[in-house]
Nanobody
Framework: QVQLVESGGGLVQAGGSLRLSCAAS????????MGWFRQAPGKEREFVAT????????AYADSVKGRFTISRDNAKNTVYLQMNSLKAEDTAVYYC???????????????????WGQGTQVSVSS
């Protein structure tokens, strides 16, 4: 069965960095666009970034553009989110997700992602 396991969350001061990882198993990882979403307390889940199955196409929410970088290693079945210049408003649970459809270049809609990890907490102190 599909499994997505996030790691790398934690507590960091504003301006600091964290690198999230998501280890995938149970499907042909290299065929699927992967995404990161986040949900802050009392707010809806929101799009953060996606990387297409081929790896060259990435997309970012405006709020993280220039600070976060998404990447993937198809040999390791892992997707990463490098987060720099963290702000207090980045505090949230971060979720890794896999697209429901193979070979789709890009999507930001959470409804297009059929498999989700359990989430990892990122807390940024100001």
């Amino acid at each position: 069965q599909v499994q997505l396991v996030e790691s790398g969350g934690g507590l960091v001061q504003a301006g600091g960095s964290l690198r999230l990882s998501c280890a995938a198993s149970g499907f042909t990882f290299s065929w699927y666009t992967m995404g990161w979403f986040r949900q802050a307390p009392g707010k809806e889940r929101e799009f953060v970034a996606t990387v297409a199955w081929r790896g060259e196409i990435t997309a970012y929410a405006d709020s993280v553009k220039g600070r976060f970088t998404i990447s993937r290693d198809n040999a390791k079945n892992t997707v990463y989110l490098q987060m720099n210049s963290l702000k207090a408003e980045d505090t949230a649970v971060y979720y890794c997700a896999a697209d429901s459809h193979p070979l789709r270049d890009s999507t930001r809609a959470s409804t297009d992602f059929g498999s989700w990890g359990q989430g990892t907490q990122v807390s940024v102190s100001s």
